[in-house]
């Protein structure tokens, strides 16, 4: 049984457990529903840990088995059953959004043949028809060669044919003054603000405390996370616009976990820490030793 399977199985139970609950749910939900801006309702808001473990997070598509950020990637996780995938999204010289990580175009394209004369090579200097042009997979397998960098809008399409669930990565928006609000225009195009998609299917993070505040303000509705590790002391002023903290796992501790868990983030919930930089095969282990909600691997 793969591991969207095993949530299936897991999502059963607990409905049948809801429903036996209902009379007292109903109470709580009624008083859960008047903390923070947008309430759950009990359903979303309640975790069970014990029936799957973390939320599992396939980083930048399934990295491990094809061309990262790509529709191969994207692929690749709907086949190994995550329900998550993580990307990174930047802006061309043109105003268009695309899926890479790199603040340059070299590590994961064929840009140095292509435009051998334009060094460094940063994302933000080519336009998106010059970066359509890139071939985005045979550094990785010569079976990807066909693969290109894609638009943000070609990746939420394969997302949506996917039943998958998106972890935005704003990458760089000190590069691209007003990036935030192009990419909520692209997700609203796509219907990825939706009741549906806000509540279950969408989380926009970013290392910038300041991008992510921009996002809140745009679209309170939407949930947000924060990379990185604030000082404890910080933590309480981050709630204000995030749901989710998320550090790189060798900088933190099972303690700094808890004290993030102490804290209630934008919609009322219980603050989430999804970690990054997880091993693949000792996520489990790790997060429940250290009480992570989601890692990314």
Request: overall charge positive; glycine content about 6%; aromatic content about 8%.
């Amino acid at each position: 049984m793969n591991q969207r399977s095993f949530r299936v199985v897991a999502a059963t139970g607990c409905a049948l457990l809801l429903a036996a609950l209902a009379p007292v749910s109903t109470a709580t939900a009624n008083a859960s529903s008047t903390v923070g801006r947008v309430a759950a309702p009990l359903a979303d808001a309640v975790r069970f840990p014990w029936f799957g473990g973390p939320v599992v997070v396939a980083h930048r598509g399934a990295s491990q088995v094809a061309p990262e950020n790509t529709l191969a990637a994207v692929d690749a996780a709907e086949r190994q059953g995550f329900e998550w995938v993580e990307n990174d999204v930047q802006r061309t010289r043109d105003g268009q959004l695309v899926v890479m990580h790199d603040a340059t175009l070299a590590r994961t394209t064929n840009v140095e043949q292509l435009y051998p004369d334009r060094s460094p090579w940063r994302v933000r200097d080519f336009t998106a028809a010059e970066i359509a042009r890139l071939d985005a997979g045979s550094w990785y397998g010569k079976r990807f060669a066909r693969e290109r960098v894609p638009t943000l809008k070609e990746f939420l399409r394969r997302m949506e044919d996917r039943d998958l669930r998106l972890l935005l990565e704003i990458k760089n928006p000190q590069q691209y003054p007003g990036i935030e609000s192009r990419i909520v225009r692209e997700l609203a195009g796509a219907g990825w603000l939706d009741r549906s998609h806000v509540r279950r299917r969408l989380v926009v993070q970013s290392f910038s405390a300041n991008s992510v505040r921009t996002v809140h303000g745009l679209v309170p509705q939407v949930r947000t996370g924060f990379l990185g590790n604030p000082p404890v002391n910080s933590l309480a002023s981050y709630s204000r616009y995030v749901d989710q903290i998320n550090p790189q796992l060798s900088k933190v501790n099972a303690q700094y976990v808890s004290a993030v868990h102490r804290l209630h983030g934008a919609h009322g919930d219980r603050l989430e820490v999804f970690a990054w930089d997880v091993p693949p095969r000792n996520y489990n282990r790790i997060a429940a030793t250290y009480g992570l909600d989601g890692v990314i691997v």
